[in-house]
């Protein structure tokens, strides 16, 4: 997806040099420690992230009471699950989940910022926070879907969800065909970042 947008071609190296210039100065002025970032880091890799909203995901494929719980009343039915401390904090006190169907499309953007929830997604990649995205994603959200690679039938109503500090949106996406067979814990592998936000679809392996 990095080839959809127009950005200078070390902007990697570009960043994290800049991120270290950065913390060496907060370092330096006493406002953060040395551990500050690694604590964050920590965070993400093991308490906040995608691998929860996975979790999520296949319980809603295999029970469909969760499901209809989960898009009725979403940090209710979170807290019915054995995920890490701190799912309705930091970027998590609002979300609200949406469920694909063989009609419905649903699309998470965010017009005015980078609004994410943080516990079930992690923090938003680059191309999510992109103007143009975000602009192109509201106006024209089919034409964006189509250069992710999701081509959306036209009988399939879009519909776009648009992120805040008051709601953040995730998606349901529908259990792909052909994994009947699986269970709640191999369908967990299936489920992508990209799926959860509406830019792709769930595949089986």
């Not at 009343?73 to 469920?99: F, K, Q, Y």
């Not at 938003?124 to 959306?152: C, H, N, Q």
């Amino acid at each position: 997806m990095a080839d959809q947008f127009d950005h200078r071609p070390d902007r990697e190296a570009y960043s994290a040099a800049r991120v270290r210039a950065l913390e060496a100065l907060l370092i330096k002025k006493g406002i953060i420690t040395d551990r500050t970032v690694d604590i964050v880091l920590d965070t993400f890799e093991t308490r906040m992230g995608p691998f929860n909203g996975a979790k999520i995901v296949a319980k809603a494929w295999v029970d469909a009471a969760f499901k209809e719980r989960l898009v009725r009343d979403t940090a209710g039915a979170i807290a019915e699950l054995s995920l890490p401390e701190g799912m309705t904090g930091a970027e998590g006190e609002h979300m609200r989940a949406v469920a694909n169907s063989p009609g419905v499309h649903n699309l998470v953007i965010c017009t005015l910022c980078s609004c994410f929830p943080w516990p079930v997604l992690g923090l938003p990649p680059y191309w999510y926070k992109d103007p143009t995205f975000r602009s192109r994603a509201a106006r024209e959200p089919r034409a964006v879907l189509r250069e992710f690679g999701l081509d959306i039938a036209e009988e399939t109503e879009v519909k776009v969800w648009d992120s805040s500090a008051q709601i953040r949106w995730f998606v349901v996406p529908e259990r792909p065909p052909g994994t009947e067979g699986l269970g709640e814990a191999e369908l967990v592998g299936l489920v992508t970042p990209e799926a959860m936000m509406g830019v792709a679809v769930a595949k089986a392996a």
